[in-house]
């Protein structure tokens, strides 16, 4: 049953193209999330209580940075979420040339990707729910088919849940992602917050972040984060200036993570296979990167493994031609003192 909650929308700029962006607000006693139909992006999320005015998300203080957005703060990517390698692929015999925009490789969807476009929003079936629909065209970006994609979220009690679907005219790949940042404090760094994944392994990469195929047990390595680990410890631990790395996830399988000064808590679940741990560590307190440090969030994305397309032996991606695929993943916060109901 859903808490007492509202739904607000604001128009709050206008795009070089003309394009209006919005803001829609969900609010509970629980926690005030802000959207933007721009990128279908998790603007902020502020937890009733929380002793930081900007909450726990990263996000530019400018909602038209997000036309650029080189860090991918707080957005949805897709159609392919991380990497794919050489930006190609085959399918039913036919070669796929994608658009590079990380060296030869493509990232996030390219530079036509779904975090860099503006998504239709309406209201959702719950109180506090909102839709936004997108469309993208056989071809563009050098992806097949057309295809339709709709991105749910939803926010009860102390839940926020993210929700996609998408539907083709044709075989086409699709893994779409949130990009938020988390700092559970609200400031400084992650190196302090407590991290679990419930993984049996981690995709092995390369120096360029594409996977080499093989599923690398992650109990007993480096990478193992089974029990609570503390971020700065793991990254430690790991080195080469940070994690960013895809955990294959146990059926089932939570996410933990925990800020010990403030007692706050966010758990994940998830119905898809893989989630990506990056640890921020390219932000570079640009103006472009929002201003923050290195290591001043922690992503976790939930996702298909990077370049499942070139890799048969990992989980499909592909949806079928008039098939209707849907994946979610809800977010559990713990420890928020709530208010009265609105």
């Known amino acids: 049953m859903m808490g007492s909650g509202e739904v607000s929308v604001r128009p709050i700029g206008r795009l070089s193209t003309g394009e209006t962006i919005s803001a829609v607000e969900l609010s509970n006693e629980y926690m005030q999330v802000t959207l933007l139909d721009l990128g279908a ?21 400018d909602p038209l940075s997000y036309a650029a957005n080189p860090p ?20 039913d015999g036919h070669r796929y040339d994608l658009t590079p925009n990380e060296g030869a490789h493509h990232l996030h969807g390219g ?35 057309n295809l339709d994609v709709a991105v749910t979220w939803t926010l009860e009690r102390n839940c ?26 609200g400031s400084g760094t992650i190196e302090d917050h407590l991290l679990r994944v419930d993984a049996e392994a981690f995709v092995e990469i390369d120096g360029d972040l594409i996977p080499r ?6 109990s007993g390595s480096v990478f193992d984060l ?22 294959a996830l146990v059926p089932d399988g939570r996410i933990e993570l925990r800020e010990p000064g403030s007692g706050l808590s ?48 990992y989980p499909s991606p592909l949806v079928g031609p008039e098939e209707l695929v849907h994946h979610w993943t809800t977010y559990t916060f713990n420890g928020i003192r709530p208010t009265g109901p609105n």
């Open 266 to 313: 966010l758990v994940m679940e998830t119905s898809l296979p893989g989630l990506q741990v990056y640890t921020g560590h390219q932000l570079d307190a640009s103006p472009e990167q929002g201003g923050f440090q290195p290591m001043a969030g922690l992503c976790l994305e939930t996702q298909f493994f990077p370049d499942a397309v070139n890799n048969p032996s």
């Open 226 to 247: 089974a029990n609570l680990t503390r971020v700065g410890d793991a990254i430690e631990r790991v080195g080469f200036g940070g994690i960013d790395h895809c955990y």
């Open 111 to 145: 530079p036509t990707g779904f975090s860099h476009r503006v998504w239709s929003a309406e209201p959702g079936h719950q109180a506090t729910e909102v839709v936004f629909r997108l469309h993208r065209s056989d071809g563009e970006g050098g992806y097949p088919g």
């Open 72 to 91: 991918y703060l707080g957005c949805t990517v897709g159609p392919l979420a991380n990497r794919v390698g050489e930006s190609a692929f085959v399918l």
């Open 213 to 218: 195929g093989a599923l690398v047990p992650s």
């Open 41 to 61: 992006t998790l603007w902020t999320l502020k937890p009733q209580g929380h002793d930081s005015a900007r909450g726990v998300t990263l996000a530019h203080n």
């Open 160 to 185: 926020l849940r993210f929700a996609w679907s998408a539907s083709a005219d044709k075989a086409t790949p699709v893994s779409i992602t949130n990009h938020t940042y988390w700092n559970l404090s």
